[in-house]
């Protein structure tokens, strides 16, 4: 029976050669039609026998037919009329016309067939640092309107040879409709600069040459690469590290590490299976791997931690730059201490002129900086931490289809923000904080741009429940139909729940640093019950006092005054514990003025701040009394906790106004125990870690007892740390609950935004 079939697939289908895929089932199955872009994804119409168009379905979504980076969504299908005389399957123009909804395909890693064809003196792209195909290449990063199609790129400028062309014209080519498709003939060009903008050299060999040289001398080279600069040294090179900080102006904070091969990564780190996959996966992220004892890196690219962010390269630029005897570089964002990505050449030479000593340039413009994705492996499963390359723009779907366009303002600290389109939730890169003016101008053009890019026209806006926050006050400004604030910690919870796409409630453990509460207080450890349309307050860590606002965050002797004065009542003096205190903060006059605001309430908040614990007892460990980076003090207490430490600390928990509140009193006073007796620092942070997870199981269990709720969805910022969040995680699933907890999303402020417009999806229906 001869039949003929629309069918609209949604989804990751366009910029990764899935028309030339359906044009070769199609024709292998002797069927006639056409198929095209448009902005709702990919539009085929077929006609034939019955059973050949159910065995093009079949072979559509089979993995030997379906192009690597394809990922099918929906499948709609709707038999129409027959069209007589048809004899042949085409692929026709794209249809620009409608409302997009198609999925935007993220920038990914150079694959193994282009690098081949690459290292082949024979083949006409042979050293080409700009090799691509429809498996691999740039595409958010240069991708101006939806459809994907060539006028609508930063590729636009380059006329293709006619080499290029007859590829991009042959349907059964790997580089059929590929976009970005080029040669040294017709493509992007790379050359050297120094830091005034004088050519180096323009020769492509010879400029990798040259920049590897000096590399290799100890030289800072801003390298352009696929969604921005970087800024590389060898990571061999101590002095050379030292100087890129000292230059950049980023004293503490971890650099990620990049190499060309798993083999080299595990002569500093330990690489296990998971991790080896998703090193080298199409989105190639830097991920997290534990330390190898003695390694050869440079000790000031690391410290503090007891892990190295490794990402391999992932464009041909880089591997051309390994070719020339490089071992490892440091790899770190090419911008200032803590402003955005630069992406333009001479805004490059103007701010980075005075810290790197040679640029290597291209031409092809990038229209979106993108900073590197950050991953770490939590119970067998990859999570990530900073969601940027590799897996923005791609959307969350949910199942709830929004009437209305949603922005998503987000928070202020690691920020991104979200549109809700129908039943996608589409969240932006990584933007920055915002207290930085530039990350700010940053932020309100990138809404703009994504904005327009999806044809978005918000009729609601949700910012955090913060009135200080510098996204409240920009959604504030906002002339919008709906205009909806979210509890931060909710909003925790509710990113956990769009990933998982689940709407019944949960038992929400979130923990972080600070979160603005609906009693106006400081909240920072919570247990909620919590769905997407309401939560309640059902447990907390009990509130203690916080002196000096933002310092609080910074100064660890804040937090400890405050909890030490807690613990004890009235049997705490300053001159009792003078042993502790004078390790930490020299100044006896500041401790006096801070016991002072403590004990009076003045400039004074109360907090149920998890975060702020942390810093207090990484400063009664010795290990420090500053947070330079945001959770500096907290990740150095991880970094020390032995293993296979099963003791644990005293807590309490009590019953106030409701709420069942932790109170950690006990810990505080059993530590300064251990400290008095010597005990092994690793030792003790392993028992305070111990503890707070075995107080946010207790509190599970008694929420799950009185709701009869057996799912417990585990966020915040403080899950970034993997001994915690593992342990809670173990803890957990030994009390027989179902646990959730964020990966394909940061449980980190990036993750807010989500969690913001999941909620507003379902209370602004």
């Not at 001869?2 to 949604?10: D, E, S």
């Not at 399957?89 to 997009?100: C, E, K, L, T, W």
């Not at 003695?294 to 390269?313: E, H, P």
């Not at 099963?646 to 950690?664: A, C, G």
Request: proline share 4%.
């Amino acid at each position: 029976m001869i039949i003929r079939q629309k069918i609209l697939v949604t989804g990751r289908v366009q910029g990764v050669g899935f028309r030339p895929a359906v044009y070769r089932i199609a024709t292998e199955l002797g069927l006639t039609g056409f198929v095209y872009n448009d902005t709702r994804g990919v539009t085929i119409e077929l006609q034939g026998q019955e059973k050949k168009i159910s065995l093009f379905i079949l072979k559509l979504n089979s993995v030997p037919d379906k192009p690597p980076l394809a990922h099918i969504e929906t499948c709609d299908i709707a038999e129409i009329p027959l069209i007589e005389d048809e004899t042949d399957f085409n692929i026709r123009m794209s249809d620009s016309q409608g409302v997009p909804v198609s999925h935007v395909t993220a920038d990914t890693a150079t694959c193994a067939d282009c690098l081949a064809e690459m290292r082949d003196n024979k083949d006409f792209r042979f050293n080409y640092p700009f090799i691509n195909c429809t498996n691999c290449g740039p595409r958010y990063s240069i991708i101006k309107n939806i459809p994907y199609d060539r006028p609508n790129t930063t590729m636009s400028v380059f006329e293709m040879c006619d080499k290029c062309a007859a590829q991009y014209k042959d349907v059964k080519d790997r580089r059929f409709h590929a976009q970005p498709v080029a040669c040294a003939t017709c493509g992007p060009k790379v050359w050297l600069t120094d830091s005034n903008g004088q050519e180096i050299e323009k020769q492509t060999q010879k400029a990798m040459e040259q920049t590897a040289k000096l590399l290799l001398d100890g030289k800072i080279i801003a390298i352009k690469g696929l969604g921005g600069f970087h800024l590389a040294v060898d990571a061999l090179n101590n002095n050379a590290v030292k100087r890129l900080r000292e230059r950049k102006k980023r004293d503490h904070k971890p650099f990620a590490l990049m190499t060309d091969s798993i083999e080299k990564i595990k002569q500093y780190a330990i690489v296990d299976e998971i991790s080896k996959r998703i090193l080298e996966s199409p989105q190639s992220p830097i991920v997290l791997l534990p330390k190898k004892e003695d390694n050869a890196i440079a000790q000031d690219a690391a410290q503090g931690v007891s892990t190295l962010g490794f990402m391999l390269c992932y464009t041909p630029v880089h591997y051309l730059l390994f070719e020339h005897g490089i071992e490892v570089l440091v790899m770190t964002s090419g911008n200032i201490s803590d402003e955005p990505l630069i992406c333009k050449n001479d805004y490059a030479l103007e701010r980075l002129g005075d810290v790197a000593d040679a640029f290597l340039m291209h031409d092809r413009e990038i229209y979106r900086q993108v900073d590197d994705s950050v991953i770490h492996i939590i119970d067998d499963e990859p999570v990530l931490i900073r969601r940027s390359r590799g897996y923005v723009p791609t959307p969350v779907i949910s199942k709830i289809n929004c009437e209305r366009d949603v922005l998503a303002a987000g928070a202020d600290l690691k920020n991104t923000f979200c549109f809700a389109k129908g039943n996608q939730l589409i969240t932006s890169e990584h933007i920055g904080d915002l207290e930085d003016a530039e990350v700010y101008h940053h932020y309100i053009n990138s809404i703009e741009h994504l904005a327009k890019l999806f044809e978005v026209k918000p009729e609601v806006i949700v910012c955090d429940l913060h009135p200080g926050y510098m996204s409240t006050q920009y959604a504030r400004s906002l002339n919008v139909e709906k205009f909806i604030q979210v509890q931060h910690h909710w909003a925790h919870v509710a990113s956990v729940l769009a990933e998982h796409n689940i709407t019944e409630p949960v038992i929400g453990l979130v923990c972080d640093g600070t979160g603005y509460g609906t009693d106006g207080k400081i909240w920072g450890c919570e247990c909620l019950i919590a769905s997407l349309e309401k939560f309640e307050r059902y447990g907390q860590l009990a509130y203690y006092q916080l002196a000096g606002a933002n310092k609080a965050s910074k100064e660890a002797i804040r937090p400890l005054l405050s909890l030490l004065k807690k613990s004890y009542g009235s049997d705490f003096s300053l001159e009792k514990f003078e042993w502790l205190l004078e390790g930490i903060e020299n100044d006896k006059t500041k401790i006096q003025i801070i016991m002072e605001q403590i004990e009076k309430s003045v400039n004074c908040v109360e907090t149920s701040s998890i975060g702020r614990v942390f810093d207090a007892v990484a400063a009664m460990l010795g290990i420090g009394n500053y947070n330079y980076f945001d959770a500096q003090l907290p990740i150095a207490l991880e970094a020390i906790a032995s293993e296979n430490i099963e003791e644990q600390y005293d807590f309490t928990i009590t019953i106030k106004d409701d709420i069942q509140n932790i109170d950690i009193g006990p810990m505080i006073q059993e530590i300064v125990l251990d400290l008095e007796q010597n005990i092994d620092k690793g030792i003790i942070s392993a028992k305070f870690h111990n503890t707070l997870a075995s107080a946010l199981v207790e509190i599970a269990n008694r929420a799950r007892k009185s709701t009869n709720i057996n799912t417990a969805a585990l966020s915040g910022g403080v899950f970034c740390n993997r001994y915690l969040l593992s342990r809670t995680i173990k803890l957990l699933k030994k009390n027989d609950f179902n646990v959730l907890f964020n990966r394909i999303v940061p449980s980190n402020d990036g993750g807010i935004s989500i969690g913001q417009a999941a909620i507003s999806s379902q209370v602004a229906r």
